[in-house]
């Protein structure tokens, strides 16, 4: 039966072929060069087997390890808020409110946005003369007032909190679709049975949100783990390397003609996320399965 | 059958597609002539390049095809471009040792045989050269990283001397403090404008010990245990303590700093000797003859450290197109050609070639009359300096608790791996 259909293997062929060329190749080859010491300040390329991770984990107070380090605080903590937030602004904007829609249009504007330019606005924002410390002065909070992406205790955590911003909205929208596929006849019998909004969240609300939570967690968790284009435009690693991030460092080792190195800080980070990833399916999925 | 046969036509069709999109990537030239392509950093091409560009493509019927990258990124895409062979046929890059970088035995043409080549000026012939051999064509200009002052703020603050030593710096520091005004615009947040200060102090290092610069390039020095460099680290962090540099100092940007000297809210800043027009555009008040400047005077230096000539072009020894590459070149080497290029760019100093004086700022010589000597600085002296790298580790400093000791151990460890095994 499944023969006779009008698509086959010939029409997966093209693309095949076109992700192999594009994403199979390039990865394998980034893998293979990992393996090397290729670095465009000297001629020739020589095999040095793990050296370069060795560099990597070996280099106590060097700057990659406080970059897998920065990576790892990044992804947690942005995953957890914009999941939360996101959640939040979805159970919020599902139903009542009369002006929902121009909401849920506001709360999604950001993730149109381009991280770049994101990213540049917001330092602007953070600048000691910017709004938010203007804004922080004329309601009497002098005492909150930072230079938010140039001091030490507050740099890494501006940076997460522009992603918050920045993604709150995507995982609002992608939450909202769960929520409403929940039928309204759950909610009227339990309310019938005596349950009141904290039971029937817990019950009802997010039991069917599984399947759309798992998939804001696994993607914000990857896109925590490759998080570049927010730091790069908000602090470039600094400063004194103190937001620096596995990406942001292999754009730094590319600068610097280390493709050896480069590549295998990129390998890294995608064996790190492949892992987390189908580790954190399975595992959310499994659940789901058997809730 | 028919729908296999359709499928068939389909795929093929996707894939003959997918294939001419892929490696249709066939050079289109200009009619009758060649294209040159040159690959530059955003804020190396000005207008001025493009108007001689057109005006040579007018005259040649040769086309000429930029390839800009950010500034940030140039070099990432510069080193990747020629690593894969598809390199531009010129190539911008600084000139000094940072030639060395790019390996020009492989990828760069010998220049020495063209006519120009007896034109440079000696500091424009020595910064483009590579084991004897003219590996550039540079209409820059030599120049370099001083304190720049602003006259009538020390007269006000009643400073009779330019400092010469820290001890002195620091006394003019306080006195800008009393008059009210911050005594240094430094931009913290600009990496690499860091760099410029030790990246200067070098020079006082190579001075008093000669060979310093040789032993760091073939890999027997390193900077880890240089008392000098440590000592005037330790005294740049005591001057930020003293708030000589602000509050706030690391969200101050580079990008700021023309529009903070023009407002007279601080009195010096550490700037190149061309930097005073650029003021002026924004304040007219501000003249040239405002201005003044000495040696970066950390460590009691004296000696000003310069550039090696700025950015220069390269050819790329692969390109196909090297008899319009050096007609491109003899144009833009004719005296009227360069007075247009110098008259444009003000930002620029002595001329590079013979023909035509440039412009020389008068901060440039008095830079100069208060230095015991000159020399070259790190950037282009010292094989694989990275002003934004070094940066960072100052940055460090300040904000991440590191010592001057750890960001000169620093530095050897990012430039060891250039060097190999």
């Given amino acids: ?291 | 059958m028919r729908n296999k046969k359709a499928a068939g036509i389909m795929a093929a069709a996707m894939a003959l597609s997918m294939v001419t999109v892929l490696f249709n990537c066939e050079e289109v030239h200009a009619e009758g002539g060649k294209t040159i392509t040159i690959a530059a950093g955003t804020g190396w091409v000005k207008d001025i390049d493009k108007e001689l560009a057109a005006k040579y493509e007018e005259e040649s019927g040769n086309k000429i095809e930029w390839q800009i990258s950010p500034d940030d990124q140039y070099e990432n895409v510069l080193g990747s471009k020629l690593a894969v062979g598809e390199g531009a046929d010129i190539f911008y890059t600084r000139s000094g040792t940072t030639i060395n970088k790019y390996q020009p035995e492989k990828y760069m043409m010998d220049l020495s045989e063209q006519e120009w080549v007896s034109r440079y000026v000696d500091w424009a012939k020595e910064g483009t050269s590579y084991d004897g051999k003219t590996m550039q064509f540079q209409t820059w200009s030599v120049d370099g990283w001083g304190i720049l002052y602003n006259k009538a703020m020390f007269e006000e603050a009643g400073i009779t001397e330019v400092p010469d030593s820290y001890e002195s710096f620091k006394a003019a520091c306080d006195k800008i403090l009393a008059i009210g005004k911050t005594p240094i615009y430094d931009p913290g947040a600009t990496q690499w404008h860091l760099g410029v200060w030790l990246g200067e102090l070098t020079t006082q290092i190579e001075s008093d010990n000669a060979g310093f610069y040789a032993g760091l390039n073939d890999n027997s020095q390193v900077f880890a245990g240089q008392e000098g460099l440590a000592k005037a680290l330790d005294q740049l962090a005591e001057m930020e303590e003293a708030g000589y540099f602000g509050d706030d100092f690391m969200s101050n940007t580079w990008e700021d700093a023309v529009a903070k000297m023009a407002s007279q809210d601080y009195a010096m800043c550490v700037t190149y000797t061309t930097f005073p027009a650029e003021v002026e555009a924004v304040n007219p008040e501000l003249t040239q003859d405002s201005w003044g400047m000495f040696p970066i005077p950390l460590n009691d230096n004296k000696v000003f450290g310069t550039s090696a000539g700025g950015i220069g072009r390269c050819v790329n020894k692969d390109t196909e197109v090297s008899d319009a590459v050096y007609d491109y070149f003899e144009f833009l080497s004719r005296p009227e050609n360069l007075t247009a290029y110098y008259d444009a760019r003000l930002d620029l100093g002595p001329c590079s070639f013979t023909d035509i004086p440039g412009n020389v700022p008068a901060v440039y010589e008095d830079v100069v009359g208060n230095a015991t000597g000159t020399g070259l600085a790190a950037e282009d002296g010292i094989l694989y300096w990275d002003n934004t790298q070094v940066g960072n580790l100052i940055q460090a400093m300040f904000v991440g608790g590191s010592s001057a000791e750890d960001v000169l151990q620093g530095i050897d460890d990012i430039r060891q791996p250039s060097f190999g095994e």
Wanted: glycine share 10%.
């Fill in chain 1, 1 to 291: 039966m499944y023969k006779k259909k009008f698509y086959g293997m010939r029409f997966i062929v093209p693309a095949l072929i076109l992700y192999t060329v594009l994403y199979i190749i390039p990865t394998i080859a980034g893998m293979v060069i990992s393996f090397t010491d290729w670095n465009v300040t000297r001629p020739g390329i020589h095999f040095v087997g793990l050296q370069n991770y060795a560099n990597i984990f070996m280099s106590k107070g060097g700057p990659y390890l406080a970059s897998l380090k920065h990576t790892a605080e990044f992804t947690v903590v942005t995953v957890i808020l914009k999941t939360l937030l996101g959640l939040g602004l979805a159970l919020l904007l599902n139903k009542g409110l009369r002006s929902r829609n121009v909401f849920r249009m506001i709360f999604f504007l950001p993730y149109a946005l381009a991280p770049l330019i994101i990213g540049i606005s917001f330092v602007s924002v953070l600048k000691p003369d910017g709004p938010l410390n203007t804004i922080l002065r004329s309601v009497g909070l002098e005492a909150l007032v930072h230079s938010w992406l140039a001091e030490k205790g507050t740099a890494l955590g501006s940076a997460m909190a522009v992603e918050v911003w920045r993604m709150a909205g995507w995982n609002m929208m992608i939450l909202l679709a769960g929520l409403q596929m929940i039928p309204d006849e759950y909610y009227e019998a339990s309310s019938i049975d005596g349950a009141g909004p904290w039971k029937q969240f817990w019950k009802i609300t997010l039991p069917f949100l599984r399947a759309p939570l798992t998939t804001v967690i696994v993607l914000n968790t990857i896109h925590g783990l490759r998080v570049f284009d927010i730091i790069y435009s908000l602090t470039g690693g600094g400063p004194g390397g103190l937001t620096e991030v596995i990406n942001t460092q292999v754009f730094k080792e590319f600068g610097l003609g280390r493709y050896g190195m480069a590549n295998a800080l990129n390998v890294i980070i995608f064996l790190v996320t492949v892992v987390i990833a189908l580790g954190m399916q399975k595992a959310l999925r499994g659940k789901e399965d058997n809730g």
